[in-house]
């Protein structure tokens, strides 16, 4: 068994604080580069930061779903400005993209070149970690998720010298964050809770993590979706599940959501978290033959269900509450995102081919992930 966990993290309220020593003490850095998305510019979250690092030097173009196109222009400008630090400021967008950056200002060739588990030649450049939002927890974990922009499909491209060097992950940082945007990350970080438990590769400290971080966000995600800027317990129990859902997923893995929602999120652009909030009632009602007594665990562990229920019913009670917290937090349907019906064999193709499928705990094939599409457009 493996377990790495080796970035120095900073959490809690007013971390952010100690940002401008951090980068140039701890770090070392002279020339640091911010990777950020329009939305934090916008939020004035940029500002907050610039000032604490006045000469770094910002690329705020990231989209959701980072693209390939984008990530390459960025590394060809950025091998001319020889960084030596680079920041991702924002949600898992700009964090996966500031991983895949580092990596590139050291390699040579196209982001495409390195898909897969350490295909780096060098290192890559020191990574620093700022999430401002609840759900990525790519602040601890070494891949970064990029659309291939020619083939339409997520690449995984991870390693042990891809873990961020420190992350500060500071609660305050996501008190003005839109309400759409907590429950589409706040679910996202229950999807990797779930999955990291329900994964073939899931051990004993996984599962000691993964079981935390479901408690800490079932717990705290609907008041923090009430009202995050005066619910402060809320969002640091939030955004600590959010951190510790990472430790495990990223040591475990991601299962079927996953594979199904980077499908349509390569496809269609769909926000990340929204996919999985709409697939993982569905994955979890087609894997209970699978592991009925970890979900029933799960439920018995959020308080959800009566004690005296059978294993089955239990699991199922878990799985109506996760589908009942999507609808109160405004989720939409899949019917309601309108991809087209004729897409759903390519959505299922691309979901086995993901490299999480293996890690499912029930063995699924194509016309497997066509029945949980057709079962969530019901
Ligand atoms: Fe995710």
């Given at each position: 068994?493996?377990?790495?966990?080796?970035?120095?993290?900073?959490?809690?309220?007013?971390?952010?604080?100690?940002?401008?020593?951090?980068?140039?003490?701890?770090?070392?850095?002279?020339?640091?580069?911010?990777?950020?998305?329009?939305?934090?510019?916008?939020?004035?979250?940029?500002?907050?930061?610039?000032?604490?690092?006045?000469?770094?030097?910002?690329?705020?173009?990231?989209?959701?779903?980072?693209?390939?196109?984008?990530?390459?222009?960025?590394?060809?400008?950025?091998?001319?400005?020889?960084?030596?630090?680079?920041?991702?400021?924002?949600?898992?967008?700009?964090?996966?993209?500031?991983?895949?950056?580092?990596?590139?200002?050291?390699?040579?060739?196209?982001?495409?070149?390195?898909?897969?588990?350490a295909k780096y030649v060098n290192d890559p450049l020191p990574f620093l970690a700022?999430?401002?939002?609840?759900?990525?927890?790519?602040?601890?974990?070494?891949?970064?998720?990029?659309?291939?922009?020619?083939?339409?499909?997520?690449?995984?491209?991870?390693?042990?010298?891809m873990y961020p060097a420190v992350s500060i992950v500071d609660p305050d940082l996501?008190?003005?964050?839109?309400?759409?945007?907590?429950?589409?990350?706040?679910?996202?970080?229950?999807?990797?809770?779930?999955?990291?438990?329900?994964?073939?590769?899931?051990?004993?400290?996984?599962?000691?993590?993964?079981?935390?971080?479901?408690?800490?966000?079932?717990?705290?995600?609907?008041?923090?979706?009430?009202?995050?800027?005066?619910?402060?317990?809320?969002?640091?129990?939030?955004?600590?599940?959010?951190?510790?859902?990472?430790?495990?997923?990223?040591?475990?893995?991601?299962?079927?959501?996953?594979?199904?929602?980077?499908?349509?999120?390569?496809?269609?652009?769909?926000?990340?978290?929204?996919?999985?909030?709409?697939?993982?009632?569905?994955?979890?009602?087609?894997?209970?033959?699978?592991?009925?007594?970890?979900?029933?665990?799960?439920?018995?562990?959020?308080?959800?269900?009566?004690?005296?229920?059978?294993?089955?019913?239990?699991?199922?009670?878990?799985?109506?509450?996760i589908r009942s917290l999507s609808g109160r937090l405004g989720i939409p349907s899949?019917?309601?995102?309108?991809?087209?019906?004729?897409?759903?064999?390519?959505?299922?193709?691309?979901?086995?081919?993901?490299?999480?499928?293996?890690?499912?705990?029930?063995?699924?094939?194509?016309?497997?992930?066509?029945?949980?599409?057709?079962?969530?457009?019901?």
């Amino acid at each position: 068994m493996e377990f790495h966990m080796p970035v120095k993290l900073y959490f809690g309220s007013g971390e952010i604080n100690g940002l401008g020593d951090i980068v140039t003490q701890e770090l070392k850095a002279a020339s640091p580069v911010i990777v950020t998305d329009r939305g934090i510019v916008e939020a004035g979250l940029l500002d907050r930061i610039k000032a604490s690092i006045p000469t770094a030097r910002v690329y705020d173009s990231i989209e959701a779903n980072p693209k390939s196109d984008t990530i390459n222009a960025i590394a060809s400008e950025l091998r001319e400005d020889r960084p030596d630090l680079i920041i991702g400021l924002g949600g898992g967008s700009p964090l996966d993209a500031g991983k895949a950056l580092a990596l590139l200002v050291t390699n040579a060739g196209d982001i495409q070149a390195y898909e897969g588990r350490a295909k780096y030649v060098n290192d890559p450049l020191p990574f620093l970690a700022i999430p401002t939002t609840c759900g990525t927890g790519s602040e601890v974990t070494w891949v970064s998720v990029v659309t291939d922009t020619t083939r339409k499909f997520k690449m995984s491209i991870k390693g042990p010298k891809m873990y961020p060097a420190v992350s500060i992950v500071d609660p305050d940082l996501i008190s003005t964050l839109p309400r759409s945007i907590i429950a589409s990350t706040g679910l996202d970080a229950l999807t990797h809770a779930v999955e990291a438990y329900l994964s073939k590769p899931a051990t004993l400290i996984t599962d000691t993590q993964a079981v935390k971080a479901v408690q800490l966000i079932m717990g705290s995600l609907e008041a923090a979706w009430t009202d995050i800027k005066n619910n402060r317990q809320a969002r640091e129990e939030l955004m600590m599940g959010s951190t510790i859902a990472g430790f495990a997923f990223g040591n475990s893995d991601v299962t079927a959501v996953h594979c199904i929602s980077e499908s349509i999120g390569a496809l269609y652009d769909v926000p990340h978290g929204v996919a999985n909030s709409i697939f993982l009632p569905e994955v979890l009602a087609y894997n209970l033959p699978s592991c009925v007594e970890k979900m029933a665990d799960l439920a018995k562990r959020t308080g959800i269900g009566h004690a005296e229920s059978s294993e089955e019913a239990m699991a199922l009670a878990f799985i109506e509450e996760i589908r009942s917290l999507s609808g109160r937090l405004g989720i939409p349907s899949f019917k309601a995102l309108n991809i087209p019906l004729d897409q759903m064999e390519t959505i299922a193709r691309m979901s086995v081919a993901n490299n999480s499928n293996p890690s499912n705990p029930r063995d699924l094939t194509e016309s497997d992930y066509r029945i949980i599409l057709e079962n969530a457009l019901d």
